[in-house]
């Protein structure tokens, strides 16, 4: 344990994916005296961690080898299984008796997977994905909904309190990748609610400025709605959140919701759409790019 | 000008349609000195309303005759078409240079052909559809969305300030209708996600009431995900807004879309849901109840 001879009842952290979550996330652990063992795909995304005293590793099982705790927020699921199950991988590779905690929003099934393999070599996991974005990440407001064991869970909790405000514990491995997909559901029928009635009110020669002002606060409000329609409104279409990981969120949210015997008309209909918004090329936009697909000009 | 002979400057108001809605309505231009000639289809829901002073009259025309300006709050576009148009009706029947006001949710074409069958006459019209449902009527509280000439706006506004808090002019005749259902067609992507994520998380074995606490104030966060879902976690389906309401507005949304050269796949799915719920047997139930879709049991 060498990064941690200083600090010694707090376990070495092992930090796998530092971009713009992971990379506020990761600060915050260093700033709370924690030592910190990171690896990121683009090593340069690493420096300012590496900064502030954290040890750059060349590759995830390294960096898991030399630490007690592993949080990882990478991508997509399949990145989430490569570096957790493949050879040479975070499972294979970390000290007997570590905790594993993924914070990517991923799958419930592969979280249990993951959740097995480890239990088999006597790791701990839990499936931890937030809500709150990139500014919740910065400002250390995020909302972690937790899947895991009551021991794992109480064992991740120090560290998630130093990332976010609202930590919810749902239920054993899984449980916090379902709760979050819930999550994308709800936001999946808001934003297509949401483009859809701008669209139309755009396309009906409603000022809509002066329909956003005039209904925000009322019974068609939402977060999305007070976040998004003001950057609509400005063509504003960079990415809060991007395109491309919310079509991979409604992917998860459609495979588990069919395997839990749901049909999810409007779930599948939004996923529809954003798909088809990736092929207009808008994977690297904002999510609120969806009007575009509904107002080209 | 019988009825408003205590009230020199005020004109006398015909209300038509004195529902859960009208009544409230009615009653707060009672109580601010307006003279009424009221009408409705059950006569008894008049009775409030004539014991604080309003005359029963037994047509809408009759009323309208009565009166210098008339509002209608009436159950959908063919009542209010017959109420309007029909021969004895309103406009047939309206003192030269009255204000005809229909507050129905009902199509923007209708608003115009109102409108034009109005000015004929010489007859001035609003369209004014409200938000704000049975507690803003109630609390004088209500959201007013207006179309209509600038005149005909201004004429309305003190009768539309005794009822609510929220008054803005959008445009020309069917312009009030046009931002409304825009409103409509947001609510109705915002209700498909909410009830099609709770419904998720059930089947899921996630604990809704700690889900809705965990990330109602978060970017899955709305005024239905604030107001139904509580109703929901208690299996309360009673109507604040109707099933069988929402999807005449739906109806009329997804006409008005079409006819704005829109294809909204979002819209679309919703009323096909809402039609599918209204088969099982909701249309008296409230909106809510779409969740009974997913989750009958």
């Not at 995830?60 to 991988?89: M, R």
């Not at 808001?190 to 009635?197: A, F, I, N, Q, Y």
């Not at 998004?228 to 395109?243: A, M, Q």
Request: net charge negative; with cysteine; charged share 20%.
């Amino acid at each position: 344990m060498a990064a941690s001879s200083n600090e010694k009842d707090r376990p070495v952290v092992g930090f796998i994916g530092t971009g713009v979550m992971g990379g506020s996330m990761a600060g915050h652990l260093i700033d709370a005296g924690y030592s910190l063992n990171v690896y990121n795909r683009t090593a340069s995304k690493c420096e300012p961690l590496v900064k502030k005293g954290a040890k750059l590793h060349s590759s995830p099982g390294e960096a898991a080898a030399a630490s007690d705790i592993v949080i990882t927020i990478v991508g997509f699921p399949k990145d989430v299984e490569q570096v957790y199950l493949e050879p040479g991988g975070i499972v294979e590779r970390a000290k007997p008796g570590s905790l594993l905690i993924d914070m990517t929003t991923s799958s419930p099934e592969l979280a249990v997977r993951i959740y097995d393999a480890a239990r088999s070599k006597g790791l701990g996991t839990c499936d931890a994905p937030v809500t709150g974005g990139d500014r919740g990440a910065r400002e250390a407001t995020l909302s972690i909904l937790v899947g895991g064991t009551d021991e794992d869970f109480n064992r991740a909790l120090p560290l998630f309190e130093t990332m976010g405000k609202n930590i919810v514990h749902f239920g054993p491995a899984g449980f916090g990748q379902r709760a979050k997909l819930a999550n994308q559901i709800i936001i999946a029928g808001t934003m297509l609610g949401m483009c859809e009635g701008l669209a139309y009110a755009k396309k009906s020669g409603i000022d809509t400025q002066r329909l956003y002002d005039c209904i925000v606060s009322g019974s068609a409000g939402s977060w999305s709605f007070t976040n998004y329609t003001p950057r609509i409104l400005k063509e504003d279409f960079n990415p809060g959140f991007f395109v491309k990981h919310f079509v991979k969120d409604m992917r998860l949210a459609s495979q588990s919701s069919q395997e839990a015997g749901l049909s999810l008309k409007g779930l599948e209909t939004a996923l529809e759409q954003y798909i088809e918004l990736e092929n207009e090329g808008y994977a690297e936009n904002g999510t609120q790019s969806l009007y575009k697909l509904y107002c080209k000009d």
